[in-house]
């Protein structure tokens, strides 16, 4: 394995730094930025990393590994090929897909990054170029006019500097051709999270599918933070860090907290992956606080 890490450069500027073996491109990132690679004669038989930790269990696993070895895998032919400059810290596990068609362009190995400052970019696998970089802060990702992201003393939390954008893994359906990713905003001093369909080709939302949708929830329950029965989720102060899952065409969104700043309470939100209805919430302690959905 290998690093793919995040530094900040002067004037504010971040790259992800690939490591790979001689002639060989990237297969797999990791929560800790770290990646697989494989030489290009081998493409067709690698596989897609298209969620968190690569499969639904998160085993983290490529059981199908043939070609990294201890005999490899050494300072000689393990290295640096090259980097891509991003506008964020990223938090988010990268993602990878073989074989994709960007329009007006030909066929990529693309790796896909999202960012703390609300970005997702597709990055060629194979080389330093940027296929097309999309940001939810924009009217055509439905943010408001001037919407910026979340600063992290608005969360009364240090665990994520200097901005909350993108934290949660995104997860990508090869099937349909979409990735989706929750964004948080803040907008006209009103917080918003969204869940977005992108399309892999363009970045673009998915408007077939009624992208993007902004969350909301409540259940019954006398918990912190609750009113008259009802305790509400809260876009403010609900962390967005577990990876996104893609199951029997469900979109399930998983939330915790911001350093345990309360009130804050394990939620999991779901949504149709077709019509971004939400199919279902639910709360660990409707009636207390205090819980994590990590």
């Given at each position: 394995?290998?690093?793919?890490?995040?530094?900040?450069?002067?004037?504010?500027?971040?790259?992800?730094?690939?490591?790979?073996?001689?002639?060989?491109?990237?297969?797999?990132?990791?929560?800790?930025?770290?990646?697989?690679?494989?030489?290009?004669?081998?493409?067709?038989?690698?596989?897609?990393?298209?969620?968190?930790?690569?499969?639904?269990?998160?085993?983290?696993?490529?059981?199908?590994?043939?070609?990294?070895?201890?005999?490899?895998?050494?300072?000689?032919?393990?290295?640096?090929?090259?980097?891509?400059?991003?506008?964020?810290?990223?938090?988010?596990?990268?993602?990878?897909?073989?074989?994709?068609?960007?329009?007006?362009?030909?066929?990529?190995?693309?790796?896909?990054?999202?960012?703390?400052?609300?970005?997702?970019?597709?990055?060629?696998?194979?080389?330093?170029?940027m296929l097309w970089q999309a940001t939810l802060l924009d009217a055509t990702h439905g943010a408001a006019p001037g919407a910026t992201t979340v600063?992290?003393?608005?969360?009364?939390?240090?665990?994520?500097?200097?901005?909350?954008?993108?934290?949660?893994?995104?997860?990508?359906?090869?099937?349909?051709?979409?990735?989706?990713?929750?964004?948080?905003?803040?907008?006209?001093?009103?917080?918003?999270?969204?869940?977005?369909?992108?399309?892999?080709?363009?970045?673009?939302?998915?408007?077939?599918?009624?992208?993007?949708?902004?969350?909301?929830?409540?259940?019954?329950?006398?918990?912190?933070?609750?009113?008259?029965?009802?305790?509400?989720?809260d876009p403010r102060l609900e962390n967005q860090r577990a990876g996104l899952l893609l199951l029997n065409g469900i979109v399930y969104v998983g939330?915790?907290?911001?350093?345990?700043?309360?009130?804050?309470?394990?939620?999991?939100?779901?949504?149709?992956?077709?019509?971004?209805?939400?199919?279902?919430?639910?709360?660990?302690?409707?009636?207390?606080?205090?819980?994590?959905?990590?």
């Amino acid at each position: 394995m290998s690093d793919l890490r995040l530094y900040r450069r002067n004037h504010g500027a971040h790259s992800l730094l690939a490591r790979t073996c001689r002639g060989r491109r990237v297969a797999w990132a990791g929560v800790t930025l770290f990646i697989l690679v494989f030489c290009p004669r081998f493409t067709a038989a690698q596989p897609s990393v298209v969620t968190a930790h690569s499969d639904v269990a998160r085993t983290g696993q490529n059981t199908n590994e043939t070609i990294l070895t201890p005999a490899n895998v050494n300072q000689g032919q393990f290295g640096k090929l090259f980097s891509y400059a991003v506008d964020g810290y990223v938090y988010a596990q990268p993602l990878y897909l073989p074989g994709v068609n960007i329009p007006g362009r030909g066929t990529y190995n693309a790796l896909f990054v999202a960012t703390e400052h609300d970005s997702v970019y597709a990055f060629d696998a194979d080389s330093t170029t940027m296929l097309w970089q999309a940001t939810l802060l924009d009217a055509t990702h439905g943010a408001a006019p001037g919407a910026t992201t979340v600063p992290n003393s608005d969360v009364n939390s240090g665990d994520i500097v200097p901005e909350i954008g993108i934290t949660g893994t995104p997860v990508i359906d090869p099937a349909t051709g979409t990735l989706y990713v929750v964004g948080r905003t803040k907008e006209n001093g009103r917080y918003v999270q969204r869940l977005h369909a992108l399309d892999i080709t363009t970045g673009a939302e998915r408007i077939e599918f009624n992208s993007p949708v902004e969350l909301q929830a409540s259940v019954p329950g006398s918990g912190s933070g609750s009113s008259g029965g009802t305790l509400p989720w809260d876009p403010r102060l609900e962390n967005q860090r577990a990876g996104l899952l893609l199951l029997n065409g469900i979109v399930y969104v998983g939330f915790g907290s911001h350093s345990d700043t309360l009130p804050y309470h394990g939620w999991i939100l779901a949504y149709s992956a077709t019509s971004l209805q939400q199919t279902g919430a639910f709360c660990s302690t409707p009636n207390g606080s205090a819980s994590g959905i990590w």
